[in-house]
């Protein structure tokens, strides 16, 4: 039965756009490339509601949120970096492994 339903669905597939994509850039803060290492999980959010969209930046190891102010524009960010993630001043880290 999946067989059928795959076969139904190429000629649709056949037609459909392809996606786009941009040619990769590497993101710096402070004019430093930002490399925190293999595994990591980017997001982009206004977190400090100055209307600019900044990078958060968890990694898998040891597992704390690195936050990248934006002080350039939402066209043309630039990112610096401001500290991990905290909570009543402690960094914020999650389980990984």
Same mark, same amino acid.
């Given at each position: 039965m999946r067989y059928i339903a795959l076969l139904l669905l190429l000629p649709l597939l056949a037609f459909a *756009?392809?996606?786009?994509?941009? @040619? !990769?850039?590497? +993101?710096q803060a402070d004019g430093i490339n930002i *490399?925190?290492?293999?595994?990591? @999980? !980017?997001?982009? +959010?206004?977190w400090d509601v100055d209307g600019l969209?900044?990078?958060?930046?968890?990694?898998?190891?040891?597992?704390?949120?690195?936050?990248?102010?934006?002080?350039?524009?939402?066209?043309?960010?630039?990112?610096t970096f401001s500290n991990y993630l905290q909570a009543d001043?402690?960094?914020i880290a999650v389980s990984w492994g």
């Open positions: *756009d392809l996606p786009l994509f941009r @040619e !990769p850039v590497i +993101v *490399d925190v290492g293999d595994i990591s @999980e !980017p997001f982009m +959010v206004d969209v900044d990078l958060l930046v968890g990694q898998y190891s040891p597992g704390k949120v690195n936050f990248y102010k934006n002080i350039g524009t939402n066209e043309n960010p630039v990112f001043g402690s960094d």
